[in-house]
T-cell receptor, first 115, second 114 residues
Framework: AQSVTQPDIHITVSEGASLELRCNYSYGATPYLFWYVQSPGQGLQLLLKYFSGDTLVQGIKGFEAEFKRSQSSFNLRKPSVHWSDAAEYFCAVGARSGGYNKLIFGAGTRLAVHP | DVKVTQSSRYLVKRTGEKVFLECVQDMDHENMFWYRQDPGLGLRLIYFSYDVKMKEKGDIPEGYSVSREKKERFSLILESASTNQTSMYLC?????????????FGPGTRLTVL
């Protein structure tokens, strides 16, 4: 069965430091991969997505992610974190079930940013 | 600007009450989804709809039903609310067609069942 694992429940970084959030997926075919961010009191917003092509994907707010098939990973990175990046981040994989497309989400990683 | 709105941000109900959560999208999207979000579990799909009057069960449909009478509106119904349905409920919509289109999310409804 398809699944998404985000190994880190909480991460704390200092403002200006680099960031990497980990995501591992389980899916038989070529995956469709997404990263969403949820700021406090908000719904989810799409940061970036990977469907095919270049394995390094650029997103909004200065984020990027790299698809590594050999490691079944799609880690999210940012070179310099801002205080406004404090939020919860969700990795998701597109899956086919019962003839329909749907998203399967990881449990999320909550990011805290120290000044 | 694309928008998904949910009828309430916070809701408090009593055990056994019938609860309606409403979701409206203004993007003319074919697909609409209801998720619940719980700490440590991420988002889990309750029900989804790919067309008016059409519904499909997601991963955790027990205790819930849905209604989609108009394209822009997707309602989640708790026939008899229970305390284990205390959660954050998120609605989303996406355009139709082949492939995985971006889902746009509403701000969520935090439901507490006492």
């Amino acid at each position: 069965a398809q699944s998404v694992t985000q190994p880190d429940i909480h991460i704390t970084v200092s403002e200006g430091a680099s960031l990497e959030l980990r995501c591992n997926y389980s899916y038989g075919a070529t995956p469709y991969l997404f990263w969403y961010v949820q700021s406090p009191g908000q719904g989810l917003q799409l940061l970036l997505k990977y469907f095919s092509g270049d394995t390094l994907v650029q997103g909004i707010k200065g984020f990027e992610a790299e698809f590594k098939r050999s490691q079944s990973s799609f880690n999210l990175r940012k070179p310099s974190v801002h205080w406004s990046d404090a939020a919860e981040y969700f990795c998701a994989v597109g899956a086919r079930s019962g003839g329909y497309n749907k998203l399967i989400f990881g449990a999320g990683t909550r990011l805290a940013v120290h000044p | 600007d694309v928008k998904v709105t949910q009828s309430s941000r916070y809701l408090v109900k009593r055990t056994g009450e019938k609860v309606f959560l409403e979701c409206v999208q203004d993007m003319d999207h074919e697909n609409m989804f209801w998720y619940r979000q719980d700490p440590g579990l991420g988002l889990r799909l309750i029900y989804f709809s790919y067309d008016v009057k059409m519904k499909e069960k997601g991963d955790i449909p027990e205790g819930y039903s849905v209604s989609r009478e108009k394209k822009e509106r997707f309602s989640l119904i708790l026939e008899s609310a229970s305390t284990n349905q205390t959660s954050m409920y998120l609605c989303a919509s996406s355009s139709g067609g082949v492939g995985y289109n971006e889902q746009f999310f509403g701000p969520g409804t935090r439901l507490t069942v006492l």
